[in-house]
């Protein structure tokens, strides 16, 4: 799609400076972005030099004076949330390779599908599932009942859910990920472990974001709940009965164990997790590879391997980077003190 600068600037909500003529006609890195490109600049990153882009979006407080080189720029209060749908106005997202319903899916006649769903070939889909209007369901993606799919949920190619499933509308599944296998759960017996049968489900709010090969399992007795609003990375696993509030954000590999609460706008990072049991309070930041052991009250960045409150990890983080020195320090230390205890 191409469109002036103007109606690009209208549509973002932002304010135009420059020339509003200006066609452009992709979104492109600000390094790599030439004639026809709209660039966004962080606050916190240097303009690059050179830079060739025909318009460029930045916050309010850019100075202009640095952007003298470009003929267009867009300002916004929030221009990475104007990024992402500057990519969907000019780059729309692609339309299913397929439409209306596969002559090779597997449909059972007790399922509820809305008319207007598109079921792509080798789906499967059980008895007591209802698929919402305006649903994708990508090839080769099962569904076992009882189980309720949302309006607008796309679920992509080989997404498996089980039954006890509730999806929200508007949520996206990525490829591969499992919704809803048994959780983890065995007693200990003289004959070796007992499975412990699961029960429960899954809910699963609206305008969620699941990345590829996530799992996320069932509730032993009650549901696993992610709440409207959350995102998350590929490869990540929420085990049972684990209760995440909304808005909550988790990168690539993290693990939850089973019957964590973890509050609403939380963020986790790459490779952290957090035991069983444990609670965390609203607006938690853990870091990478952070374990969480224990509970913790919300508001406050946790850090390291017991995680711990950053601050106090930062410090100590200072003093392990010193051990060396202070090591040689000490044993200059003893060698003089015996030395005095030898004069002596």
């Known amino acids: 799609m191409t469109l002036p600068a103007q109606e690009i600037a209208d549509r973002l909500g932002g304010v135009l400076e420059g020339r509003p003529e200006i066609l452009i006609d992709c979104v492109r890195p600000p390094e790599s972005a030439g004639d026809g490109d709209l660039a966004w600049i962080a606050d916190n990153r240097s303009i690059p030099t050179g830079i060739a882009a025909s318009a460029v979006l930045v916050g309010p407080s850019r100075p202009s004076e640095e952007l003298i080189d470009v003929p267009a720029i867009i300002r916004h209060e929030n221009p990475q949330e104007a990024f992402a749908r500057a990519i969907l106005l000019l780059h729309p997202e692609p339309e299913p390779r397929f439409s209306g319903i596969s002559d090779t899916a597997r449909i059972h006649p007790d399922s509820n599908i809305a008319g207007d769903v598109i079921i792509g070939p080798a789906v499967t889909i059980d008895a007591a599932v209802e698929i919402g209007t305006e649903s994708v369901i990508h090839p080769g993606v099962v569904i076992l009942g009882p189980s309720e799919i949302g309006a607008g949920v796309t679920l992509h190619a080989n997404v498996v859910i089980y039954g006890n499933t509730h999806i929200g509308e508007g949520t996206i599944v990525h490829a591969g990920t499992v919704i809803g296998a ?114 913790f009250d919300g508001d406050q960045v946790l850090m390291g391997l017991p995680a711990e409150d950053g601050r106090q990890m930062r410090k100590i983080y200072t003093i392990i980077s010193q051990l060396p020195e202070l090591r040689d320090r000490i044993r200059k230390l003893e060698r003089d003190l015996e030395n005095l205890e030898s004069a002596e």
């Open 182 to 295: 048994d959780g983890f759960g065995y007693a200990p017996t003289d004959e070796g472990a007992r499975k412990i049968p699961h029960r429960g489900g899954v809910r699963i709010g609206r305008d969620v974001e699941i990345g590829s090969n996530c799992a996320i399992d069932r509730g032993a007795l009650e549901d696993t709940v992610i709440g409207e609003g959350c995102k998350l990375d590929n490869l990540v696993h929420i085990a049972h009965n684990v209760v995440i509030g909304p808005h909550s954000f988790f990168a690539a590999q993290v693990g939850i164990a089973g019957s964590s609460t973890i509050g609403q706008g939380c963020e986790f990072g790459g490779q952290s997790g957090m035991i069983g049991h444990a609670e965390v309070g609203d607006r938690t930041q853990v870091a990478a590879k952070a374990g969480v052991l224990r509970s």
